[in-house]
């Protein structure tokens, strides 16, 4: 059997007029973040863990902020022709974990969610999709809630 790993990281900056979209899930919230998809932070370091784990370059690569068709774009649609891709060379996913570090909102209500979200579009079963959520005490850009990041590491078999 082989074994790839791969590791994501993605952070989006938080502005008013935007929705708050992590993992699939729109958490109500006063601030959203801001990009050129729907800017889901944790779907895009995921799909870049996916991608690293094969050596096949990074989300920008395959879903440019300068291509049009992805203005708006729903990541978990973009997630699925990661997971394409993925199994088109005969991969599959063993599992994933991840954490959203975020100041705010609280995200623990919302991460069973985002888990079944993320399982249902790669076609695993939601004990194969860890998401956690931590605050950065404060400290940095998030600590300041000027933005959410996440960080993604994923684990291939064929
Ligand atoms: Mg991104």
Redo the contacts with the bound molecule.
């Keep these: 059997m082989k074994i790839r790993i791969g590791n994501g990281y993605?952070i989006?900056k938080l502005v008013g007029d935007r929705s708050l979209i992590l993992g699939g899930v729109n958490i109500p919230h006063y601030l959203g973040l801001l990009?050129h998809?729907d800017?889901d932070?944790l779907t895009?370091a995921i799909m870049d863990a996916m991608l690293g784990a094969l050596s096949l370059g990074d989300?920008g690569h395959y879903f440019p902020p300068s291509d049009p068709q992805w203005s708006g774009a729903d990541s978990l649609i973009l997630l699925a022709q990661v997971d394409s891709l993925i199994k088109n060379r005969g991969w599959q996913i063993s599992n994933i974990d991840s954490v959203v570090v975020a100041e705010k909102p609280k995200l623990k209500p919302h991460i069973e969610t985002m888990r079944d979200n993320l399982a249902r579009v790669l076609q695993l079963e939601p004990n194969q999709v860890g998401v956690k959520a931590t605050t950065n005490e404060k400290l940095g850009p998030v600590g300041r809630e000027e933005g959410i990041c996440a960080y993604a590491v994923v684990l291939l078999l064929q």
Aim: net charge negative.
């Design positions: 993605d989006h990009g998809s800017a932070v895009h989300i």
